[in-house]
């Protein structure tokens, strides 16, 4: 992969090329009084789509799930004595 360094203005005017090669894979360094600013690069892609479900039969959410919590328990939760 080669690296080429261009100004501001010279990548304000030709930015629509300067995409056009990164997207090919090329690394376009942007500089600013020669000082390197920002680097232009392809952007990668999801290399596998992904597909909804999959953990069926994995997971399982208890009947009693939003069941209220022991007296205890939420005591617990909230700081306070359960005995008050």
Do not use: C
């Not at 090329?26 to 600013?37: Q, T, Y």
């Not at 005591?75 to 306070?80: V, W, Y």
Request: net charge positive.
């Amino acid at each position: 992969m080669s690296e080429h360094e261009y100004n501001i203005y010279e990548a304000k005017t030709s930015l629509s090329k300067l995409v056009d090669r990164a997207s090919k894979g090329e690394e376009i360094v942007i500089a600013k009084a020669g000082k390197p600013l920002a680097k232009l690069v392809p952007l990668r892609r999801s290399r596998r789509r992904r597909k909804p479900g999959g953990w069926e039969k994995k997971v399982f959410i208890a009947d009693d799930f939003d069941a209220p919590l022991p007296p205890e328990l939420q005591a617990a939760f909230e700081g306070t004595d359960e005995d008050q």
